[in-house]
């Protein structure tokens, strides 16, 4: 099938190795309303949440105000990170990042909460205690022994986040990342941020992977630092050139240290970095797959090549056999 016929709509930014920018743009925002896409059209980004979740991260631990090798433990007092015989886990900040802290997710977990549902608190996420996420959160096998994907993992993150802040996780990250790039189309959708973005109309509406629309139009999403981000290409781009940027000691997104540690190969799993995934030694990648989206970003730390995909359907396939990663082949 046609990436094209595929998605209700596609919206794309690219950078070549000169800086020559493109946005192109496919298709609907919204099906039923016959609205199109355009440039301040956003989307959700998914998991590419995580990539901006771990630049936050970085930008507390250059304020002195964590150490990522430090058991993320040190960091939290209203719930604690437990291994799978009760006892409290020595997993630090680092091995959350990379997947490899030993926290197993749900089966069938982090997707179909509607916004008409009751709120689900991010304790309750990590709790288990919702058919959103069954399974407390909990370091089952010894961190950096394994690499498994998690969610709950970048829940527990989002936590510590806002303890040692003091403040909402949407307000860290639009202080330490989006306001200083000047982003206006990016944010974390907690429920309230949604009810005041969608009277704008720029938010595309999420189709299953049936075709059907979301109930409500988006999901409900209250692990915001895995998945709750929202934004444009153009504006995903912005903080990808950034990042380029300052991996080659330039511009203030991050010190060069910290960009280096979230490209550096992590013990044992040499294709996985901090919030963001290595291909080979220059291209990084960072994408998303959720109910109501699928999106990819793509940046290589050499030629400052940057791609990126964002769509408003759930293919029911990956990124490879969507179409999505063939057009981001500009960036190879």
Not at 182 to 190: D, I, M, P
Not at 203 to 208: F, I, K, L, P, T
Not at 233 to 262: C, D
């Amino acid at each position: 099938m046609n990436i094209f016929e595929r998605f209700p709509g596609v919206s794309c930014a690219y950078r070549d190795a000169a800086g020559r920018e493109t946005l192109k743009y496919y298709g609907l925002a919204d099906a039923e309303h016959t609205i199109p896409v355009d440039g301040d059209t956003a989307f959700p980004a998914c998991s590419i949440s995580k990539f901006i979740t771990a630049i936050t991260v970085m930008k507390l631990e250059e304020q002195g105000l964590l150490r990522i090798d430090e058991p993320v433990n040190r960091y939290l007092s209203e719930w604690r990170l437990l291994t799978a015989d009760g006892t409290e886990s020595d997993a630090t900040i680092r091995s959350l990042l990379s997947h490899t802290a030993g926290i197993v997710d749900a089966e069938d977990s982090f997707y179909g909460l509607r916004r008409s549902d009751s709120e689900v608190s991010l304790l309750d996420v990590l709790e288990g205690r919702t058919a959103y996420n069954n399974r407390r959160a909990a370091a089952e096998m010894q961190p950096g022994t394994e690499f498994e994907y998690s969610d709950a993992g970048y829940c527990v993150l989002q936590l510590m986040i806002q303890e040692i802040t003091h403040r909402s996780f949407e307000e860290v990250v639009a202080d330490n990342v989006l306001e200083p790039l000047g982003l206006k189309n990016t944010f974390f959708a907690s429920l309230r941020t949604l009810e005041l973005r969608e009277q704008s109309q720029k938010m595309a509406s999420g189709y299953d992977s049936d075709g059907a629309l979301i109930p409500g139009r988006f999901p409900q999403i209250p692990d915001l630092a895995a998945s709750g981000l929202w934004s444009t290409p153009a504006e995903l781009m912005t903080i990808a050139v950034a990042f380029v940027e300052a991996a080659n000691g330039r511009g203030a997104l991050l010190q060069r240290e910290s960009a280096k540690e979230m490209i550096k190969p992590t013990e044992n799993f040499s294709w996985v970095g901090l919030g963001i995934f290595r291909r080979g030694d220059d291209t990084l990648v960072s994408q998303g797959w959720g109910e109501n989206g699928q999106c990819m970003l793509k940046m290589n730390i050499v030629t400052g090549e940057v791609a990126v995909v964002m769509t408003n359907r759930d293919p029911g396939v990956d990124q490879a056999e969507s179409g999505v990663e063939a057009l981001t082949a500009l960036c190879d």
